[in-house]
């Protein structure tokens, strides 16, 4: 069993799952550095996400727990067997749904950003109707008294 790239791999799956989170790297920090219970810098995370260097075995188990990372396949990658024309036909197959995966990510982007555009709107006018509703309330009020 080869592992090579075991760390630039971890780093990518650190990188992905902080970013699924809209962490920054120092927010990673902080958040490492109060698992372990001391300060982390982060250039410590910049460096681990580029695979840049070896990280110790307590903190990959807090960069676990606190990003819910599955390390399992990462230490024990699924054998995959098969003619190499089998091989072939399953990563264009994968290659395929992974676009595909992509596609419906950007779609969903853009429905995100119109309906949060939307709803700016709708907040928007709201605020204007329950500003001009408390003049009006106020216009009452003097003429009642």
Known sequence: MKFEGVGESFGALVRTARENRQWTQADLAKRLGAELG???NPLAITRTEAGKRPVPLEEVAALAHLLNLE??????PPRVHGSTGDLRRRAEKLRDEI???HQREVELMAAYASVSQQLRRVRTEK???ER????V???LK????
């Open 99 to 101: 676009n595909r995966g």
């Open 71 to 76: 390390l399992d396949p990462l230490l024990n």
């Open 137 to 139: 309330e106020r216009a």
């Open 142 to 145: 003097d003429a009642d008294s």
């Open 38 to 40: 001391k300060e982390v």
């Open 127 to 129: 605020d204007e109707l």
């Open 132 to 135: 001009e509703l408390q003049s």
